[in-house]
């Protein structure tokens, strides 16, 4: 089956440590996006990619990194820069359409602590 | 700019009708979204509606589209315990292939 697999589910780190999180599809899009979820914001966008070697900042990318090495992977890390990393992070993909319909496809997401 | 608009949270009993609502400003949107998403999970696409149909019916979920109000609707049929989530609504604009999400309404149904 097709899908988007985010690792890990949970995650606990120290601050001032780097973690990076993990992002694979096999539904051979070509874009991949990492939102943050906080309660009650609904989806803040970081970082997007539509090809390999290429990506984009988002809304809040500050704090975040990201690389497109391969189509099927696009990792996310969280630097000791980001004031306040705990949260949940989702990862999502979708075929590149600009007036065609392109839905994004989640993962089940990574929950991120850092005390 | 874009933006789009839901109410936080909507209480339902069970086997009743929920009825969440969606505003959007930009009129160029061509496709409209409606995600569940399920506590400790990702968002999972329920349906959606293309922006020069009205309505749309997939089994208990209905999508009303009032493009000159910008005005989004998602009626679930005989609400049911399984269906307590957040629902985002989420537009596309024509040349863009990045949507714009709402902050999401929590559903609670109640026996």
């Known amino acids: 089956d097709g899908g988007i697999t985010q690792s890990p589910k949970y995650l606990f780190r120290k601050e001032g440590q780097n973690v990076t999180l993990s992002c694979e599809q096999n539904l051979n899009h070509d874009a991949m996006y990492w939102y943050r979820q906080d309660p009650g914001q609904g989806l803040r966008l970081i970082y997007y990619?539509?090809?390999?070697?290429?990506?984009q900042k988002g809304d809040i990318a500050e704090g975040y990194s990201v690389s497109r090495e391969k189509k099927e992977s696009f990792p996310l890390t969280v630097t000791s820069a980001q004031k306040n990393p705990t949260a949940f992070y989702l990862c999502?993909?979708?075929?590149?359409?600009?007036?065609?319909?392109?839905?994004?496809?989640f993962g089940n997401g990574t929950r991120l602590t850092v005390t | 700019g874009e933006d789009v608009e839901q109410s936080l949270f909507l209480s339902v009993r069970e086997g009743d009708s929920s009825v969440i609502n969606c505003t959007y400003t930009?009129?160029?949107?061509?496709?409209l979204y409606w995600y569940k998403q399920e506590p400790g999970a990702g968002l999972q696409l329920l349906t959606y509606i293309f922006s020069n149909m009205d309505m749309k019916q997939d089994q208990r979920l209905t999508v009303l589209l009032n493009k000159k109000d910008k005005h989004l609707s998602l009626r679930i049929a005989d609400t049911q315990t399984g269906d307590s989530a957040i629902y985002f609504c989420a537009e596309k604009q024509g040349g863009s292939y990045i949507p714009t999400f709402g902050r999401g309404t929590s559903l609670i149904v109640h026996p």
């Open positions: 930009d009129s160029s949107s061509t496709y």
């Open positions: 999502a993909s979708s075929i590149l359409s600009g007036q065609g319909n392109s839905p994004l496809h």
């Open positions: 990619s539509q090809i390999v070697n290429d990506f």
